[in-house]
């Protein structure tokens, strides 16, 4: 609805109640005559802007309650938006939680069998050094046995030696004996035979 053209005076003469009105409105009346021009001036500024501003309100209040969804529907989205995030947030914590458990579990899982292998690489090395050290020292007995069987062989063989080359020795010198006794009997038989000679 437009309101009624005021001519550019009229309006001036307006503008200026309007003020006056305003401050006689902020101000106390202390007349019936303020009172009654104050009145005068609502009922003008209700002739000429009562329609503009009932239409002004209106649409204020159609603004306002349109802000009013509108801010509503975006206090939902930014709600729904927000629990969106923050379950997707739930979730990846969740989910990372659980690959550090699962991370951690094979971790210790690897470290267990680690551990094991290594137990089991130790006593093997722990037996093989055991059958090692008792090879070793059956070799040394079976060295020292073999040493000492051929030290007393050769102690036999070097006796056995001796008493032959001991009884060689005491054949030879009953030879020598012998050869020297036949020497003296054939000097005896000699030196006999020279006087028998020498007497004749």
């Not at 002739?47 to 802000?67: H, P, S, T, Y």
């Not at 709600?79 to 979730?91: A, C, F, T, W």
């Not at 037996?127 to 090879?135: A, H, M």
Request: aromatic fraction near 2%; hydrophobic fraction near 30%; charged fraction near 30%.
């Amino acid at each position: 609805m437009q309101s009624p053209e005021i001519p550019s005076e009229a309006n001036h003469n307006f503008i200026e109640a309007v003020q006056l009105g305003s401050i006689h409105n902020s101000k106390p009346a202390f007349s019936n005559q303020n009172v009654n021009e104050v009145n005068s001036l609502d009922k003008v500024r209700d002739i000429l802007f009562g329609n503009q501003m009932r239409e002004v309100e209106k649409k204020l209040a159609r603004l306002e309650e349109r802000l009013l969804k509108e801010c509503t529907s975006l206090r939902d989205d930014t709600r729904k938006r927000l629990e969106g995030i923050e379950n997707y947030i739930k979730q990846e914590v969740e989910s990372l939680s659980q690959r550090i458990v699962n991370e951690q579990s094979t971790r210790d899982e690897g470290l267990r069998v680690l551990v094991e292998d290594n137990k089991k690489i130790t006593t093997a090395l722990d037996k093989k050094l055991t059958q090692l050290d008792e090879n070793i020292n059956n070799n040394q007995r079976e060295l020292r046995d073999q040493i000492l069987n051929q030290s007393k062989s050769l102690q036999n063989d070097i006796l056995q030696k001796y008493e032959e080359i001991l009884a060689a020795l005491q054949r030879e010198s009953e030879d020598l004996r012998h050869a020297k006794t036949d020497r003296s009997t054939l000097a005896n038989l000699l030196s006999e035979m020279a006087v028998r000679l020498n007497s004749q």
